[in-house]
């Protein structure tokens, strides 16, 4: 499996970015494809999840009503739709698949291909 994340940046608090996981369509509609950050000092946690079905979706607390995970199949891609930016939304962000199941996986661990990160940096 490989995954490939791109589309972070440096943007200023309130703004928006969408993030890119270019991914094969098996890897898709087979598995649960997920979101994760990582801010220094702190651990990888898992912030979006979608199941192989294209729903249902998980969203952290923390980002719940202004991140957006979906799917593309037309171009292979996996989106996490970033709004309303907060400084604490800094970080490495990664994508991942694990296992396809009904409920999306909310554990980092359950996570079985990561992607290299790429960085988001909010300012204030």
């Known amino acids: 499996v490989q995954l490939q994340a791109f589309g972070g940046g440096l943007v200023q608090a309130g703004g928006s970015l969408r993030l890119s996981c270019a991914a094969s369509r098996r890897t898709l509609t087979t598995y649960t494809v997920g979101w994760a950050r990582q801010a220094p000092g702190k651990e990888r946690t898992v912030v979006a999840a979608?199941?192989?079905?294209?729903?249902?979706?998980y969203y952290a607390d923390s980002v719940k009503g202004r991140f957006t995970i979906s799917k593309n199949y037309a171009n292979n891609t996996a989106y996490l739709q970033m709004n309303s930016l907060k400084p604490e939304d800094t970080a490495v962000y990664f994508c991942?698949?694990?296992?396809?199941?009904?409920?999306?996986?909310?554990?980092?661990?359950?996570?079985?291909?990561w992607g290299q990160g790429t960085l988001v940096t909010v300012s204030s």
């Open positions: 979608v199941s192989y079905s294209a729903s249902p979706t």
């Open positions: 991942g698949v694990g296992p396809g199941r009904w409920i999306p996986l909310q554990n980092v661990n359950e996570y079985e291909h």
